[in-house]
């Protein structure tokens, strides 16, 4: 069976201030996907980044980093210098390699104060 | 850029009544999806469409709903008799030909069951 788990409901932090956001996941294919999106307020589904099972380098882009490690089957997102706009919650989810279908985490309500 | 095209954006209906919800996904993609999204809660699979038919199916996705691409371009979801449990956010998505490139969403449509 496939899972994704994010365990923080919530997480509120002041403007400036990095923020780290848990994503473990549980897959028996050796062929995975795994994404983060942001649902703002507004509702629609923002993608920000996807990593296949056999790349574990880690990603920045920006003010956003990435921590893909196999060996603890997590998928870990990071925002530096948090700001206002970053308030959304935030997905991580699994594809398996041959179906597309996408399964999601619980999701992460960050808000961020100024 | 393409993007993935959902209508309404919003509709309320009565409780027993059928809706439509439309998408028009990417053109030159392959594989077709349905998510729900009860507010508040996660992102959830409903239905996979591929080559004409159905393809993968959640346990959400019983008898009351149904999807079509009737002119190879709208992919439609339809619900036939509308309950109150059905008010939810439904995201369209829509994949190219590999299918670990993760989706590219609609903006939604808000269904509001009274």
């Known amino acids: 069976a496939q899972k994704v788990t994010q365990a923080q409901t919530e997480i509120s932090v002041v403007e400036k201030e990095d923020v780290t956001l848990d994503c473990v996941y549980e897959t028996r294919d050796t062929t995975y996907y795994l994404f983060w999106y942001k649902q703002p307020p507004s509702g629609e589904l923002v993608f920000l980044i996807r990593?296949?099972?056999?790349?574990?380098q880690n990603e920045i882009s920006g003010r956003y980093s990435w921590n893909f490690q196999k060996s603890t089957s997590s998928f870990n997102f990071t925002i530096t210098a948090s700001q206002v706009v970053d308030s959304a919650v935030y997905f991580c989810?699994?594809?398996?390699?041959?179906?597309?279908?996408?399964?999601f985490g619980q999701g992460t309500t960050l808000q961020v104060k100024p | 850029e393409p993007e993935v095209t959902q209508t309404p954006s919003h509709q309320v209906t009565q409780m027993g009544q059928e809706v439509i919800l439309r998408c028009v996904p990417i053109s030159n993609h392959l594989y077709f999806y349905w998510y729900r999204q009860i507010l508040g809660q996660k992102v959830e699979f409903l239905v996979s469409?591929?080559?004409?038919?159905?393809?993968?199916k959640s346990e959400i996705f019983d008898d009351q709903f149904s999807v079509e691409r009737p002119d190879g371009s709208n992919f439609t979801l339809k619900i036939r008799s509308t309950k109150l449990e059905d008010s939810a956010m439904y995201f369209c998505?829509?994949?190219?030909?590999?299918?670990?490139?993760?989706?590219?969403f609609g903006q939604g449509t808000r269904l509001t069951v009274v």
């Open positions: 990593r296949n099972s056999f790349d574990e």
């Open positions: 998505a829509s994949i190219p030909k590999g299918t670990g490139r993760g989706a590219f």
């Open positions: 989810a699994l594809i398996r390699g041959d179906t597309g279908k996408l399964i």
């Open positions: 469409f591929y080559n004409n038919e159905i393809s993968e």
